[in-house]
């Protein structure tokens, strides 16, 4: 490449044939490919560039802007060849050489005075846009007094006016002409630190960015972005409006990537790749994948093993009507104090792609969802995407569930079931994407958990939530000597930093750099399908469930179903395998028996989920409409004060024992269907309209 001593020559040698490793001229297949696309933009990858000749990373570092220019002067040069009649239709100005993976990647919180003026590459969440806005690049205004057109360029987005009109030599008022000047499109957003990258105990850093031309709105709060830019700055004012000393920096942006794969932070090696596949031969892999799982925390294994399996998630799928199938799965976890529930929490959050926690008292709708902002420098509404959107692709981890504001806590049914936000507010109307697993954490409501009352009187959470989640786990506080110990040997080995003793059938739990790796890994190239045989133990299941109930409970329904289809699905990603297996469809309904035993058994043992939607188990609710139907039939008779131990007889001659009888008296009185007009009466509360 030494004959061509002109640099802009030698960009356009590569753009005509650099060829990629198949052998295809890449680049020239996309300039002769632009007015089919109708683009004005080429981008191009800056480690090709440097592959063909290293030169340029000098040239960049010393002028970038010189640089830039020279390279989308090049591209004009090459598409002139190659399509002179596109060309001819645009204005040379627009036509721009954009450029991604530049090697100089500097962090968000590492910008400093040195990065002025240079090109660089960041990385991070978009936080906010502007609206799209027309830039005026080059004004064409005209004279009042002798109409004479006037052209002036406008620089740094300022607009000036010429002072004086050449032909009438006066400083007299102008007009602009906007049909006859030029506009180019322009965006200001903000990017924010990944939630991955921020240090524990830090504020998030962020940096506004420019964006011009063809690459403003190709990306939306919530995506992943790496920007290529130059670094400017514009001075800092008082509030009196007087110029300070100190500037504020922006990226005048030249190339955007948007970044669609949840796990591109984590791109395995091809070595670790191999390492990765050769681990998962291993026949006991998902038991130790679990226990890889908040090694810290001793036992849990049911949760630990849900847990991995929703880090995993099922496969996405969309129906031939373009009904989306969510793959990711919800967890809640409601447990005594102590249990280790927040441990967890933090575990997850830290070794999961996207992974974001967050505490329930201080969180609110808007910092859940999306917030409304106003923007101070173009007076805009604009929105700044809230935890579940940054968590897009990810698993948000909320602790203390139970004390968020029920107000609040309504703002994510949309997004646990539909994986989307939407908002309408101060005239914005947008729905962002929430592809996002919810692990929740939450504590009883009288501080431990009681085992004679229903879930719904522990917990005290509406049905519309708890029905979203696939798994719901109750971790007790009980006393237990022999775990007792065993749990204070194992903490308190902790704690003087002893080795774990492995016993000699047990394999070492993953290490947490390893595992995160595995999950992306298994993200990307694994979409497990339902084989025939997994198919059919779901199905036995759920219709052999149901059918034990003889129209009384109701043990399962359509939403668990589903919930099946992704913990299988998941557990077969985790041994990296194409197909649901009949062990993985088996694994899969354990959980979820267990889970609904703990959550929805009722005191014959059968799993009723209307226990936990109403409070009330189907004999609980059989025998209280007895005892309804019995105070109606009295009052019938004209009994207007109904005597308390009459109407216990009565139930008792129907087949209700009369403690169970008592019992359910009360508890319509405590619902408010019955009431105590005096001492040992019953009254029946009559609806008014």
Excluded at 7 to 35: A, C, H, N
Excluded at 109 to 117: C, D
């Amino acid at each position: 490449m030494a004959e061509y001593e002109d640099p802009q020559e030698r960009i356009e040698e590569f753009l005509r044939t650099y060829k990629d490793e198949q052998g295809s001229k890449v680049y020239w297949t996309k300039i002769e490919q632009m007015s089919i696309d109708d683009r004005t933009s080429l981008t191009i990858d800056f480690q090709d560039l440097m592959t063909f000749d290293n030169e340029f990373t000098s040239l960049a570092g010393q002028n970038p802007t010189a640089f830039l220019n020279m390279a989308s002067d090049a591209l004009h040069s090459a598409l002139k060849i190659a399509d002179p009649e596109y060309v001819a239709t645009l204005d040379k100005g627009f036509i721009k050489a954009r450029f991604i993976n530049y090697p100089d990647f500097v962090k968000l919180r590492a910008i400093r005075a040195k990065h002025i003026g240079k090109i660089l590459q960041v990385s991070g969440i978009l936080m906010r846009a502007s609206e799209v806005k027309p830039l005026l690049v080059q004004a064409v205004f005209q004279c009042r007094l002798c109409d004479t057109e006037i052209p002036q360029d406008q620089e740094e987005g300022r607009y000036t006016e010429p002072p004086l009109c050449p032909t009438c030599d006066k400083k007299t008022p102008l007009r602009l002409l906007p049909q006859k000047s030029t506009f180019r499109d322009w965006q200001k957003v903000r990017v924010q630190e990944s939630p991955d990258e921020l240090p524990a105990g830090s504020m998030p850093r962020s940096a506004d960015v420019i964006l011009e031309g063809d690459i403003v709105d190709i990306s939306r709060p919530g995506d992943f972005v790496r920007i290529t830019g130059v670094l400017k700055t514009t001075p800092d004012f008082s509030r009196r409006g007087s110029r300070l000393a100190t500037f504020n920096v922006f990226l005048e942006a030249n190339g955007v990537e948007v970044s669609e794969k949840e796990f591109e932070q984590d791109e395995a090696s091809d070595e670790e790749e191999r390492e990765i596949e050769e681990l998962a031969k291993d026949p006991y892999i998902h038991r130790r994948i679990i226990k890889s799982i908040a090694p810290a925390i001793q036992g849990h294994l049911d949760i630990k093993e849900s847990i991995a399996l929703l880090m995993f998630g099922g496969r996405e799928k969309r129906l031939p009507d373009g009904t989306r199938l969510r793959e990711k799965s919800n967890v809640l976890m409601i447990g005594d104090p102590g249990t280790g529930k927040s441990q967890i929490l933090k575990f997850v959050s830290d070794i999961a792609p996207r992974g974001l926690y967050t505490s329930g008292k201080g969180t609110t709708a808007a910092g859940l969802t999306a917030a409304v902002v106003h923007d101070t420098d173009t007076g805009a509404m604009t929105l700044e995407a809230g935890a579940l959107v940054l968590a897009d692709k990810g698993i948000a981890c909320i602790d203390e569930f139970d004390k968020m504001d029920p107000n609040d806590r309504t703002a994510i049914h949309e997004a646990m079931e539909q994986h989307t936000v939407s908002i309408a507010k101060a005239g914005i109307v947008a729905t962002l994407n929430a592809r996002t697993s919810i692990l929740a954490a939450a504590n009883p409501t009288f501080g431990r958990y009681d085992p004679n009352e229903t879930m719904q009187s522990n917990i005290r959470l509406p049905f519309t939530i708890l029905s979203r989640f696939d798994l719901i786990w109750i971790i007790r506080d009980t006393i237990d000597e022999e775990e007792d110990r065993k749990l204070a040997s194992f903490i308190l080995g902790m704690h003087q930093m002893k080795p774990k003793d492995e016993g000699a059938d047990e394999e070492p739990p993953i290490p947490p750099d390893m595992l995160k790796k595995y999950i992306g890994h298994a993200n990307r190239r694994y979409f497990p399908e339902l084989s025939d045989e997994a198919v059919e133990i779901i199905e036995s299941f759920y219709v052999n469930i149901r059918k034990e109930a003889e129209g009384g409970a109701i043990p399962i329904t359509a939403r668990q179903l589903e919930s099946l289809v992704r913990l299988a699905e998941a557990r077969a990603k985790m041994a990296l395998r194409p197909k649901v297996t009949r062990e993985d469809a088996e694994a899969a309904v354990r959980l979820m028996r267990k889970s609904l035993i703990e959550v929805a058994g009722d005191e014959s043992g059968q799993i009723d989920v209307y226990k936990v939607m109403t409070g009330w188990s189907t004999e609980q609710r059989t025998s209280s409409q007895v005892i309804l139907k019995t105070v109606e039939g009295m009052e019938d008779e004209g009994i207007a004060s109904i005597d308390r131990d009459d109407l216990i007889q009565r139930v008792v001659s129907a087949g209700i024992t009369r403690e169970k009888a008592e019992e359910i008296i009360q508890k319509l009185v405590n619902d408010g269907l019955l009431y105590t007009p005096k001492p040992g009466k019953i009254r029946r509360v009559r609806e008014t309209m």
